[in-house]
């Protein structure tokens, strides 16, 4: 924990939250919004707002499930991505959803009232390729509201409508971490049945490489700091497991599992710290999939000192790929939510959360015991 004092503000929610309780009146809704983030303190506070209405191309979703990412420890850690630039933008976090379709506005002919959907994490990005300047507009969570909230107002064109194999608690893992690990797996790395893979700890994102690259027929194996974690992916159908822990060199651990050759494909869910030793552990052509950005370590770091002295070297004389792996479109999260009802997939939750439990969730997730998915029943 690198910030007691923000983890104590927002634990300070708590009594705030429970005086709110649930009655509210019909035409408002209850939220979390992440309140003062400037001067080492974060908060995020149960507020009613008006029910939001659906402009043109707009649907408003009846939220029923969201769920924490990486990214959400933010909040404890006073971290300025809730709200932006500025101080106290009250912004709505989280981009997990799932949800019904309650109203829809001028022009929406993609979805109806009664519709169980997700929404994809940027909206603006339905198929081809990305566009930053014109796509990152609309950041769940960042630049507009996200779905800790008992409605969201969504662009229609984001929108995925989910098999009734699915619950609204699973559904709501593959906006984010669902559809990264499609995207960085399915899309991009594409593991054939006889390569060897290895996606690094038992989060959100790894857990569905894991599973993807299963799909796929590769031999896969993951990471985790704990061998009761390790125990359960092989439960899971991991291959074979390295604690990286108790082996800080993992891509040595790994060369041994593959008589020396190295991996195929790494998915280096941890970031630039974990980069020198993806290229050593990597076999001549390996894929590494670079998917971690912010930081997934306890202690709130996330660089740990990089050589990367022989980086031309290796990647020259081994012809290494490093792609840079970003959510995904609309179109591979329709392709993921197939693949998840015609294999009957399921994503992997450790623990669901009520509404009224946002912040218990985040303090578990910071306790780092987790294994796939927290989830946030909302409805
Ligand atoms: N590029 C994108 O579009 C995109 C999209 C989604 C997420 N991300 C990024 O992907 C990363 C993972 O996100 P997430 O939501 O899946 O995180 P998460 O659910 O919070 O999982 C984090 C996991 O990282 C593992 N970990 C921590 N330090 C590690 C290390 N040194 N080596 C190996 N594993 C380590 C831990 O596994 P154990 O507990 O098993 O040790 C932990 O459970 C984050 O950096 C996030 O920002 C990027």
Known sequence: MSNPLSRRAVLGTAAAISALGSAHAANTIRVYESGDSGGGTV????????????????????????????????????????????????????DDNAGVVLSVGAGVTRVKPGDHVICTHFPLWTDGAWD???MSKIDFGVNVDGFCAEQAV???????KIPDSLSFEQAS??????????????????????????????????????????????????????????ARMKQLGADFTINYRTTPNWNEAALAQTGGKGLDVVFNTVGIGEMERAIKASASNGRIMLIGANSVTLSGDNAQPVGLKDFPRNMIMRRLRVQGVLVGSRKMLEDAVAAIAEKNIK???DKTYSFDQVIDALNYMEIGGKVGKIVIKVA
């Open 173 to 230: 893992t593959l906006p984010n971490a669902g559809l990264t690990a499609w995207n960085a797996v399915v899309v991009e790395a594409q593991p054939r049945p006889g390569e060897t893979v290895l996606t690094l700890g038992t989060g959100g994102v790894s857990v569905f490489c894991m599973q993807w690259a299963k799909m796929l027929g590769a031999r896969v194996g993951i990471t985790s700091s704990s061998d009761n974690k390790l």
């Open 154 to 160: 969504v662009p229609a064109d984001g929108l995925v």
């Open 132 to 134: 930053d300047a014109t």
């Open 43 to 94: 908060t995020l506070r149960m507020v009613k707002r008006p029910a939001p209405v659906a402009g043109p191309g707009q649907v408003v979703m009846k939220v029923h499930a969201t769920g924490l990412n990486a990214r959400d420890r933010s909040l404890l850690r006073g971290v300025r991505i809730y709200g932006g630039a500025g101080k106290d933008l009250a912004r709505i976090p989280f």
């Open 347 to 349: 994503p992997i939750i």
